[in-house]
């Protein structure tokens, strides 16, 4: 299990920037230890937890990059065409029985080994033929159309490093090299629990006053991307004790605990009681909108995060907070986002000193430039500007106002639930 001790952060101030709280889960969390070997079928989204070193070259042989003909360019007139005698055909899989004599070339197919003391390939397409000889064009570079040995990977070289979450790319390079299973970090383990007297299961009767809980599956859904173990404890109502007693059993064997709702100031706000009474809240507040009441905290060892309780909220700070310190847990390499310039069709106001993200759709303008309008309605509770919006437009926290035609970063939803 992952070890958090109650010492280890040292964050200052009543809010926190958003910057800070990714660097000080990156340098001070440390990562679950077991590791596991699975097979290459279950291996993705799983963290490598080792340096994967090639065991061979990729490719293995010199082959063809092309349908046409290998020659040896040496044999090549520099200035004029070029009769060679065809002497082989060589497919995919079929490797030649010797090497390629002067004044000769062999009909040679995509991937097929290139005979030995031929070095270039020509495309079809270029050549003619003539009875038994092929007319080869000049001009064509030494080495053109030859894929060689070790060029993709160099046996006895990092092919994938520790720490990478593992892609289809990954698991078809790990096939490659002749590979079927990989050593990968244990999953995190998260408890998940929805708090507040307000909200109920869908599919049971809901009271006129209650709502159906939307976040807990909005966030098991984001954490089952992550890679997580997920142990789903239902909905806590508001009371400190219960409360109390839930976090703590939780974490005895959970890497992380995670909860909705129940992290504001209001009176019925115990979330942060309960965590105060059985570990040591680390911060409670972060300069980010919509979002601002998300708390962290350690208890006995294990992480703690409450997200406030609006959709939007939950879903902002889970891509800020949540993400980082889980990715982190799992032992994975920093995963910055990285937000793509478009232009902005839209005017904005904000605070400085904060991080915000606005709803955007996207469109292209006249000119062909990609430009984001901003979601008519922005309310944190309003679940359908996650589902009609593209992605969120982040600003700064030096920035104070957008203009049209301005440009902003555009973070699309799928690069933030990935």
């Known amino acids: 299990m992952a070890q958090l001790s109650d010492d280890c952060f040292a964050f200052g101030g009543p809010l926190l920037l958003v910057d800070d709280v990714e660097r000080l889960m990156f340098e001070r969390v440390s990562p679950v230890t077991e590791i596991e070997r699975v097979s290459l079928d279950h291996a993705a989204g799983r963290v490598l937890a080792e340096d994967l070193i090639a065991p061979l070259d990729l490719p293995p042989f010199d082959n063809s990059a092309v349908d046409g003909y290998a020659v040896c360019h040496a044999d090549l007139d520099p200035v004029a065409e070029t009769p060679l005698m065809v002497a082989d055909r ?76 593992l892609a289809p790319q990954h698991i078809a390079l790990a096939a490659a090299l002749g590979l079927t299973d990989l050593p990968v970090r244990r999953r995190v383990r998260v408890a998940l629990f929805s708090t507040g007297d307000e909200i109920v299961e869908p599919g049971s009767r809901r009271p006129d006053a209650a709502l159906f809980d939307a976040n807990r599956r909005l966030l098991a859904e984001m954490l089952a991307r992550l890679g997580a173990q997920i142990t789903d404890l239902g909905i806590l109502a508001d009371d400190l004790q219960r409360l109390e007693s839930a ?112 709803r955007v759709t996207l469109a292209r303008g006249a000119d062909g430039s990609i430009e984001a309008s901003k979601y008519p309605r922005d309310g944190a509770g309003i679940l359908s500007s996650l589902t009609e919006s593209a992605g969120l437009v982040e600003l700064d926290e030096e920035t104070t106002r957008v203009e049209p035609g301005q440009q902003v970063g555009f973070l699309p939803h799928a690069s933030l639930i990935g």
């Open 247 to 358: 976090l703590a059993a939780a974490a005895q064997d959970h890497d992380l605990v995670l909860t909705s709702g129940g992290v504001s100031t209001g009176e019925a706000d115990h979330v942060r009681a309960a965590v105060e009474a059985v570990g040591k809240l680390v911060f409670w507040r972060v300069a980010i909108k919509p979002g601002r009441p998300v708390a962290m905290a350690v208890i006995k060892g294990a992480a703690f995060v409450g997200v406030p309780g609006n959709p939007v909220a939950a879903f902002v700070t889970f891509v800020r907070v949540v993400r980082p310190l889980l990715l982190r847990l799992a032992g994975a390499l920093p995963d910055p986002m990285i937000a793509l310039p478009v232009r902005a069709g839209f005017s904005y106001r904000k605070k400085r000193g904060r991080r915000e993200y606005v």
């Open 90 to 165: 060589l497919t995919a899989g079929r490797a030649s029985v010797r090497p390629m004599r002067k004044g000769e070339a062999v009909r040679i197919f995509t991937g097929a080994p290139i005979p030995a003391r031929a070095d270039t390939v020509f495309m079809q397409e270029d050549c003619r033929t003539e009875g038994n000889c092929v007319i080869v064009p000049a001009g064509l570079a030494s080495g053109a159309n030859r894929r060689v040995t070790g060029e993709d990977v160099r046996a006895g070289a990092v092919a994938l490093p520790a720490g990478r979450r």
